[in-house]
């Protein structure tokens, strides 16, 4: 069972190549957005930045959340880069699907996927 | 009659507390994940709509929220002290010149995962209830 009354967010940024892997576990809720969109900022800001968001261990995210990542989706345009998700699974794919938002963000099924690309 | 009624401020952290306090409670009385999870959507939504867009995050008022857990089902009350809103002037988020607006989606996602959803004339209290399904 998740515990969806405590959980929170870890990220784990790791390079790959000149990519930027992005493993969000846990929980995203309304008080983890600002420092998301902060670290976010920070990735699509580079030049041509490829950032994949691995969505494996991902337990939830609300609109805040999916604004925040269109935000960052844009911030990537500008720079000419990309935000690549991995793996969105369950309700996180049901949010995807519902919003449409899985027609704009380019989705895969591995990190390896995303990476090759 | 809601049985449990808590004011908050125009506070995100204070909305947290309230959203975990909530789902202590929800997944004690052995709610599925996918329910806790449509709750748990559903009031965030709601309290970050409250504060942010009804409130506008002023610090002089207030959020109510009305709620009542039991084993069959939950029921939420969540009223703010802004002017309200008509829910038919909210654009809808999945048209395709809407797609990549980065707004609009927190309502369509409390109708997507609760069982009744109403607000009151005024637009500024919702209404929402999500029955629990029974378990083989």
Known sequence: MTDFAHEGLDLQVQQSGSATVVAMRGSLGMIDVESVQEQLRRLVGQPEAVVVLDMSDLHFIGADGLDMLLVSRGL?????????????????????????????????????????? | ????????????????????????????????????????????????????????????????????????RVRFAVADEGPGFALCNVPDPTADENLERPCGRGIMLIRAYMDEVSYNEEGNELRMVKRRVEQG
């Open chain 1, 76 to 117: 990537s345009r500008v720079q000419h880069g990309q935000i690549r998700l991995v793996n969105p699974s369950g309700e996180i794919r049901r949010i995807l699907e519902l919003t449409r938002l899985d027609k704009v963000f380019g989705i895969y099924a591995s990190v390896g996927d995303a990476l090759g690309a």
């Open chain 2, 1 to 72: 009659m809601l049985l449990s009624k808590k004011v908050i401020q125009s506070d995100l952290e204070e909305a947290r507390q309230l959203e975990e306090h909530v789902l202590e409670t929800v997944q004690g009385c052995g709610y599925s994940d996918a329910e806790a999870f449509a709750i748990k959507l559903a009031l965030e939504e709601a309290l970050i709509n409250a504060i942010k867009h009804g409130n506008r995050y002023d610090p002089d008022k207030t959020v109510t929220v009305c709620y009542d857990i039991e084993p069959d």
